[in-house]
């Protein structure tokens, strides 16, 4: 079983910056795909990012990949989510998510892929 907590959403202006953290329980975090995804109002969720569990490989939506960067602390049982330039559009709950799966590009963008989620943090973006 892994437990998931992400951290660090907000309200901030557009053009601002913010990093989301993930803190992950359980002992297999460092062989666990971990994804962000991101949920707007009204809106179906959406594939952010996604990191092997070594950390070596990354894959991002093309709508973010240039001012999105994920990484992951496996001392810390933690994963992050650098955005830069935050424009209004980004506003939405963030969520991280863990799979047990080998990370494969394109599969990870799936949600099913993932077996554990965390209750997500608002992003709230102003203009």
């Known amino acids: 079983q892994v437990q998931l907590l992400e951290s660090g959403g907000g309200l901030v202006q557009a053009g601002g910056s913010l990093r989301l953290s993930c803190a992950a329980s359980?002992?297999?975090?460092?062989?666990?795909?971990m994804g962000w995804f991101r949920q707007a109002p009204g809106k179906e969720r959406e594939f952010v990012a996604a990191i092997s569990g070594s950390g070596s490989r990354t894959y991002y939506a093309e709508t973010v990949k240039d001012r999105f960067t994920i990484s992951r602390d496996n001392a810390k049982n933690t994963v992050y989510l650098q955005i830069n330039s935050l424009k209004p559009e980004d506003t939405a709950v963030y969520y991280c998510a863990a799979s047990p799966k080998p990370f494969m590009i394109f599969a990870q963008a799936m949600g099913s892929r993932y077996d554990y989620w965390g209750q997500g943090t608002q992003v709230t973006v102003s203009s």
């Open positions: 359980g002992r297999t975090f460092s062989s666990s795909a």
